[in-house]
């Protein structure tokens, strides 16, 4: 995409030509893996990313942390190559492995120079990580004891904190709301962890996605040579539904830090959700966008009482979170939070004006080709793109989508998906020192 | 050896593109510096003002006063009301920031390739006509405090390295936080916010990058036009800073409520003053790389994986900054261990050096990850703007980059040992310690106590 549209660029000299979006090659590899690619010679590099339906919305209950632990431990031993192994051999020719691991996808990712002998060799451990991961007795233990401490760190940290409980009041039972605790860890063995591999590592949940300097013949040979031993299973790769209702309430939890941290939500919309674009936009004028939002305006730019304060919406396969967070110190926390809880009422009551409207489609259509502007960025839409099964035309078609919203849908949408008097509120590093759980919302 | 002619023929290809570099620059009559680097891959461009101006030229009293005026430039100008920058860069479709470091400040917008005359037209407006309200000032200092007590007061591991960096510099500025520190920043004032935009905010104190899809020329013509005009004028006098050197070993405690203790273990080390002379500090580079430049590094390999001492452990060495270095060396010791024990393993880990120095396997990897990083880099053009703007505002020039990149691929095992047994002294070492409180027990923290403005 970048070569073309350059091209008509020099060959045409027109200054506003409509960004082009990079052309998507779609197939199915023979393993049942579906592959996004995207040819691009710009660069002398190749970036892969292999996502699976394995994030920890697939833990079982009452066992949370296996998938994490799975994650994590994948480029830790393969077949044929210890830990140090992998690790120094992908440095010897400058490639590097990362991960993606959220509550519905785990995957593994890899960036390489695209000559034939770093790109062969870095592949060959990719596709040994993916397809022959060992879990070693030795590494997990000591993982495990990693994980632990990390665990005990967060429960000190005020944002941590406060990020669990948000998640329980908001989830309840439902696996998004899970958080691994130290006992939950101690019992994982390796045989939790090969059982979950081989449940839900399979070819047929696979999507591979590829950016950069190869051809599609070569994508193609790539894709096979990285599923084709992935184990044979095909589990259901459906979380189960999240109550979309709750009661709401607010939680108070006294923390020595010098500011309070407020989180306010409630369970929001899924990424096939029909109200996603309204949201998305609607969202950009409440607290997503930027230094112009009206939280942003309200509570920072108006008073000056918190460095960061935003809204979002967390589409995933299921509804994740809708929420909003801020940092205040304490002794102006209650005042803070009545007043964010006043934006949002607002919003909601009476919806966005046609201004604001405009300056939020204005900023999203325009920065659309600040989102694609990198072969990291791309890499992550195809990723998305595959993985929640969207349109292949998702990229071209996001700003129309984006310019159809009306004032009239942001409204209705807000109305029908967001209620103020039913979300859950936690303060961690309350103002008044003693604890206190009220069951209602306010 | 089939891996090494690959790698050495990226080198190849780097020096061509080097050769090729399109970087072009051009200096204003007002001493205005324009560094221009094209990148056609994506319809984009980042335009970057840096200024040679950042909280090492501070001073006691008034310390974060250079972060706060970053705050300020976001405030209005006499033709541009409040609000309405940020406005109009969001309405173009564009992203913005600003930040402030140790050596400089910097603004920046990325924007569609279209867009460059607004962002200049903003960006050179609040060069020299920012309007200074008492009443914006009063708001915006208090988001620098909550800004403050989020970063630092809160956060442990920021709170023993603003303490580290106090204890181990004694005259030099680097002594004092970025932010400034919670009294400084209650006593502040608009007139000193004004007095800093005022002697340092000048076009021969700064240096625009634009990087993108853009072409040089164009971007010269536009930038004549927008910055041109603003006059130069003299700057502040800059003292010279020396550290006296250290008379022994510094050690300090910081107490703050957490669960795992945490060991920082930091060096004075030089840095670059001449790209092609210097060696030491490209020693030092290699020698972080060799201690913690990937995950088969020496520290993550033997104090994490085999002997199970640390749950975290990590090095860093940075060669480019106006003033001096450190070299860092930090962990958090594994459950039943103590900062000690990690002491004395990250202690035998630096004999070893000095005794026995480096493999050539190591180095080679270090090496090449070094030159895979310079393709990596390429994907992101606000990247290579950042890069040419932290080296032209830290006194070596964006030319300089391709000779540090092959004073880096000419560094020798020998070197590397020599720069360990050089710099990894006990008489140039402050050792910071976190002493974990529990939540409960905390003594409340003076940051958070309100004031009057």
């Given amino acids: 995409m970048r070569i073309s549209s350059f091209l008509f660029v020099s060959l045409f000299g027109l200054v506003n030509a409509v960004s082009a979006t990079p052309l998507i090659q779609h197939w199915q590899t023979a393993s049942g893996a579906r592959v996004y690619f995207v040819e691009d010679h710009g660069l002398p590099m190749l970036d892969v990313a292999v996502s699976f339906a394995a994030g920890s919305g697939f833990d079982e209950a009452g066992r949370p942390g296996v998938a994490g632990l799975t994650n994590g431990l994948l480029n830790l031993g393969a077949e044929g190559l210890t830990e140090d192994q992998v690790a120094s051999r992908l440095a010897d020719i400058g490639a590097q492995l990362g991960g993606h691991f959220d509550t519905d996808r785990s995957g593994v990712s890899l960036r390489t120079l695209s000559s034939v002998a770093e790109r062969d060799a870095a592949l060959d451990i990719l596709a040994r990580v993916l397809q022959q991961p060992l879990f070693p007795e030795a590494v997990l233990a000591r993982e495990k004891a990693r994980l632990i401490a990390a665990l005990k760190e967060a429960e000190t940290k005020p944002d941590s904190i406060a990020g669990k409980a948000f998640g329980k009041a908001v989830f309840g039972e439902h696996p998004y709301g899970w958080w691994s605790e130290v006992a939950d860890v101690e019992k994982i063995q390796r045989p939790d962890l090969l059982a979950f591999y081989r449940t839900h590592y399979g070819a047929r949940s696979a999507v591979v996605a590829l950016m950069g300097d190869i051809t599609r013949v070569q994508a193609e040979a790539i894709a096979q040579r990285l599923t084709a031993s992935l184990p044979p299973g095909g589990a259901d790769a459906r979380i189960p539904p999240v109550a979309v209702l709750i009661k709401g309430g607010e939680q108070r939890i006294a923390h020595p830090a010098s500011q309070s941290h407020i989180l306010i939500g409630a369970p929001g919309i899924a990424r096939n959700d029909a109200d996603y674009f309204p949201l998305y936009v609607g969202n950009y004028i409440l607290g997503g966008g930027g230094f112009v939002s009206r939280l942003m305006t309200e509570i920072r730019e108006q008073r000056g009482m918190a460095y960061s304060v935003y809204s979002y919406f967390m589409p995933m396969q299921q509804p994740g979170a809708f929420q909003i967070g801020l940092q205040t110190k304490k002794e102006q926390a209650d005042a803070a939070l009545q007043l964010t809880r006043a934006v949002l009422r607002d919003f909601v009551d009476k919806g966005v004006t046609e201004k604001e409207l405009q300056a939020a489609k204005d900023n999203i259509i325009g920065g659309f080709p600040l989102r694609i502007d990198s072969n990291r960025k791309i890499l992550e839409y195809l990723s998305v793109i595959g993985f929640y099964d969207l349109p292949l035309a998702y990229l071209d078609d996001f700003a129309a989508n984006v310019g159809k919203v009306t004032r009239k849908q942001i409204h209705d949408a807000f109305k029908r998906r967001v209620h103020p008097d039913a979300m859950v509120t936690v303060v961690v590093g309350a103002p008044q020192a003693q604890e206190k759980t009220t069951g209602s919302g306010k | ?453």
């Fill in chain 2, 1 to 453: 050896m089939r891996l090494l002619s690959g790698v050495a023929g990226v080198l190849l290809m780097l020096a061509a593109w080097f050769a090729s570099a399109q970087v072009f620059e051009q200096t204003l009559p007002n001493g205005l510096k324009v560094v221009v680097k094209e990148d056609h891959r994506a319809p984009v461009l980042v335009q970057q003002i840096w200024y040679r101006t950042g909280s090492m030229d501070e001073r006691t009293g008034t310390t974060g006063v250079a972060h706060v005026l970053e705050h300020m430039m976001f405030k209005g100008t006499r033709s541009v009301p409040m609000g309405e920058f940020s406005k109009r860069i969001a309405a173009a479709g564009g992203r913005e920031n600003a930040f402030t470091s140790y050596d400089y400040t910097a603004y920046f917008q990325q924007l569609h390739r279209s867009r460059l005359a607004l962002a200049m037209q903003l960006e050179s407006d609040r060069m020299h006509n920012l309007r200074m309200s008492a009443t914006e000032f009063g708001k915006e200092v208090r988001v620098v405090m909550e800004e403050r007590r989020t970063r630092t007061d809160d956060e442990p591991h920021a709170l023993m390295y603003e303490k580290l960096m106090a204890a181990a510099y004694q005259e030099h500025p680097y002594q004092h936080p970025i932010i400034g520190w919670m009294n400084d920043l209650e006593a502040m004032t608009p007139a000193d916010a004004l007095e800093w935009y005022r002697s340092w905010y000048v076009p021969n104190n700064a240096v625009l990058v634009v990087a993108g899809d853009v072409r040089a020329d164009e971007v010269f013509r536009l930038a004549r036009r927008y910055y041109g005009k603003i006059p130069a004028r003299p700057l502040p006098l800059r003292k010279p800073f020396q550290e006296p050197p250290q008379a022994g070993i510094k050690r300090i405690v910081v107490k703050a409520p957490a669960q795992l203790p945490h060991l920082i273990m930091a060096y004075h080390a030089p840095t670059l003053r001449d790209a092609e002379q210097d060696s030491l500090p490209y020693a030092l580079e290699v020698l972080a790389g060799v201690l913690d430049g990937n995950e088969s590094a020496r520290l993550n390999k033997t104090l994490v994986r085999e002997q199970q001492i640390a749950s975290e452990i990590g090095a860093g060495y940075d060669n480019s900054a106006r003033g001096p270095g450190m070299f860092v060396l930090e962990g958090t010791p594994s459950e039943g261990k103590t900062v000690a024990d990690l002491e004395a393993a990250l202690r035998e880990q630096l004999a070893r050096l000095v005794r026995d120095g480096v493999s050539a396997d190591e180095l080679q990897r270090v090496k090449a990850q070094v030159t895979a990083h310079e393709v990596y880099k390429r994907d992101s053009v606000f990247y290579q703007a950042m890069q040419i703007g932290q080296l032209e505002t830290i006194g070596l020039g964006h030319r300089a980059l391709p000779v540090m990149l092959r004073k880096l691929q000419e560094v020798t095992a020998q070197q590397v040992q020599e720069a360990a047994r050089e710099i990894l002294k006990d008489d140039y070492l402050t050792v910071a310690v976190l002493d974990p409180q529990p939540l409960s027990a905390s003594p409340k923290r003076s940051g958070g106590v309100s004031h009057a403005h």
